[in-house]
């Protein structure tokens, strides 16, 4: 027992004594060969950017430098690189670097930042090309700060001419904007000597953190319940407050149908235009929240449009004849380009009777024009038939209520409905007379987002509560696309024409919303 002891007093005197031998005395000390981390890890550590030590000039020239002369002690902190804040008390420039001291009142150290070599100047050649000499000077850089600004300094610590030095890196240097940055400094500095420089026990490196991932921003809730309850969230008849709504954005504004080119008036554009007008019109806001969370049914709420309001819209109605008018200019154009070549030229009788024909359909093109955009959008899934309320006419509509659906100013839009009007009066006949709308006509709304969510929503609500056989029960319980848009096709010939894709948009933002999750291979589950 006894000679246990006498051993380990024996290796930690031998210990000790290696730790003070005088041999490492010249500032190379090697007491901290008991730091809990290796040199290797140690060394490593130095050359990250958070081993950068904030100090003053003082504490650089009283660093102890590691035995193999890889890094400094400040301390019981190692380090490779300092900061230090202070004053440029003179600036030396040489060809290779620049010297700027610098001052911060416990003492002068001076800072090397290696000069940048200017790009060479091309080379002239010919006669007037003057001979380059090597003793021709290289200008000099600028250096970063004058003498008596105040600069930060990040710089490795160095020994040159039996002193120490900060050799500077390009970057290093920065000039401080404020008068408030050396005093910060100041603090920063004898606030780590008495909570890391000064403290007794070996260094142990830091752990190297992980880089965080951006993370997402918070979700609007729209309903303030329990977690653990969300089917009571949907059923409660709590509105959402303010803050958690999101505002709602503007419409884009498409280019005013009296600015397109005739190229432009087609068929294609002129439906872009009315499921534009459908989309963002004043009667189709959309509401706040989902009739989900115990709000109104968005298709009670909003107002559906007829066909023969649709024909009453003045912007509408005239981009629809000058598409028309356009179509009938290319026809004509295309069947004198096939006479010419075919040498046959027709009368003047013929030509007459054309245009008069042409001009008495016009109307009647017009019409057959607005069926076949309402068909076009039905039949791709924009828009489905509703048993809401309708949109009624007003005689004296404006088109400035409209304004925010095209690119024009105020006196643009004014002059624009002021010169449509007098189109529609110069070219007004009995054929254009639109006859009374009926009050049975069909009606028709946009199949927005928000409003195939519920569809979804509703129709997961439905399949989850059947009983199918066992060998269907995964497939009801958590159906997929496929799944929810054939059963919504099946239940209503309304969605007929609901696209899979329109289903699968809403499923996402259902997930967002955090009413559905993902319950593998394509299929959904809805939180309970």
């Known amino acids: 027992m006894s000679f246990t002891e006498t051993i380990s007093r024996k290796a930690t005197t031998t210990l000790r004594i290696r730790a003070q031998s005088p041999e490492k005395k010249n500032d190379r000390e090697s007491f901290h060969d008991e730091t809990a981390s290796s040199v290797s890890d140690?060394?490593?550590?130095?050359?990250?950017?958070?081993?950068?030590?904030?100090?003053?000039?003082?504490?650089?020239?009283?660093?102890?430098?590691?035995?193999?002369?890889e890094f400094y002690w400040l301390g019981r902190v190692p380090c490779r690189m300092v900061r230090?804040?202070?004053?440029?008390?003179?600036?030396?420039?040489?060809?290779?670097?620049?010297?700027?001291?610098?001052?911060?009142?416990?003492?002068?150290i001076d800072c090397l930042q290696k000069n940048v070599k200017p790009p060479p100047s091309p080379k002239k050649s010919g006669k007037g090309a003057k001979p380059t000499s090597a003793a021709d000077p290289r200008p000099l850089p600028p250096p970063v700060a004058e003498v008596g600004a105040v600069i930060r300094v990040e710089g490795r610590v160095c020994r040159a001419r039996g002193s120490k030095v900060l050799r500077?890196?390009?970057?290093?240097?920065?000039?401080?904007?404020?008068?408030?940055?050396?005093?910060?400094?100041?603090?920063?500095v004898v606030r780590l000597q008495k909570e890391s420089y000064s403290l007794e026990g070996p260094f142990v490196v830091p752990l190297l953190q992980e880089p965080s991932t951006p993370q997402r921003p918070p979700k609007s809730q729209l309903m303030s319940c329990p977690a653990s309850s969300p089917v009571k969230c949907l059923s409660s008849p709590v509105k959402p407050s303010s803050d958690s709504l999101k505002e709602p954005a503007s419409p884009p504004r498409l280019r005013h149908p009296s600015k397109l080119r005739t190229r432009?008036?087609?068929?294609?554009?002129?439906?872009i235009y009315v499921k534009h007008y459908i989309d963002n019109a004043p009667e189709l806001q959309h509401v706040s929240s989902l009739s989900?969370?115990?709000?109104?049914?968005?298709?009670?709420?909003?107002?559906?449009?007829t066909l023969g309001y649709l024909r009453r819209v003045p912007l509408l109605a005239d981009m629809a004849r000058s598409v028309v008018k356009a179509e009938r200019k290319r026809r004509d154009r295309e069947s004198r380009k096939r006479a010419e070549t075919q040498n046959h030229h027709p009368t003047?009788?013929?030509?007459?009777?054309?245009?008069?024909?042409?001009?008495?359909?016009?109307?009647?093109?017009?019409?057959?024009?607005?069926?076949?955009?309402?068909?076009?959008?039905?039949?791709?899934?924009?828009?489905?038939?509703?048993?809401g309320p309708k949109c009624v006419h007003q005689p004296l509509e404006e088109t400035s209520q409209h304004s925010?659906?095209?690119?024009?100013?105020?006196?643009?839009?004014?002059?624009?409905?002021?010169?449509?009007?007098?189109?529609?009066?110069?070219?007004y006949d009995s054929s254009m007379e639109l006859s009374d709308e009926d009050p049975n006509e069909e009606a028709y709304i946009p199949m927005s987002q928000s409003y195939i969510a519920e569809l979804v929503l509703d129709a997961m609500r439905n399949l989850s509560t059947r009983t199918p056989d066992t060998k269907d029960r995964s497939r009801f319980q958590n159906p997929s696309a496929e799944d929810i848009t054939s059963y919504l096709r099946k239940a209503d010939e309304r969605w007929a024409n609901l696209?899979?894709?329109?289903?699968?948009?809403?499923?996402?933002?259902?997930?967002?919303?955090?009413?559905?999750?993902?319950?593998?291979?394509?299929r959904w589950a809805l939180c309970l």
Not at 100 to 106: E, L, V
Not at 353 to 376: A, G, Y
Not at 405 to 424: E, I, Y
Not at 505 to 514: F, G, I, K, Q
């Open 84 to 108: 230090i804040v202070g004053l440029i008390v003179g600036i030396v420039q040489h060809d290779d670097n620049t010297r700027y001291n610098i001052d911060d009142g416990s003492g002068v």
């Open 42 to 69: 140690i060394v490593k550590w130095t050359f990250r950017p958070d081993s950068i030590a904030p100090c003053f000039v003082k504490d650089v020239f009283e660093m102890k430098e590691d035995l193999k002369g």
């Open 499 to 522: 696209g899979e894709w329109a289903i699968k948009e809403a499923l996402e933002y259902l997930e967002t919303e955090e009413y559905i999750f993902k319950a593998g291979k394509g």
């Open 404 to 427: 925010f659906l095209w690119k024009d100013s105020s006196s643009t839009v004014t002059s624009v409905s002021t010169q449509g009007t007098t189109t529609l009066s110069q070219e």
């Open 264 to 271: 432009d008036l087609t068929d294609a554009t002129f439906r």
């Open 168 to 188: 500077v890196e390009r970057g290093g240097l920065f000039v401080c904007r404020s008068a408030n940055d050396e005093p910060r400094h100041w603090a920063e």
């Open 348 to 387: 003047a009788s013929r030509s007459n009777t054309t245009l008069k024909q042409s001009s008495e359909s016009t109307s009647r093109k017009t019409k057959r024009l607005f069926v076949q955009t309402i068909r076009n959008l039905y039949a791709e899934g924009s828009i489905f038939i509703s048993d």
């Open 292 to 305: 989900i969370l115990g709000g109104p049914s968005q298709e009670n709420t909003r107002k559906s449009f």
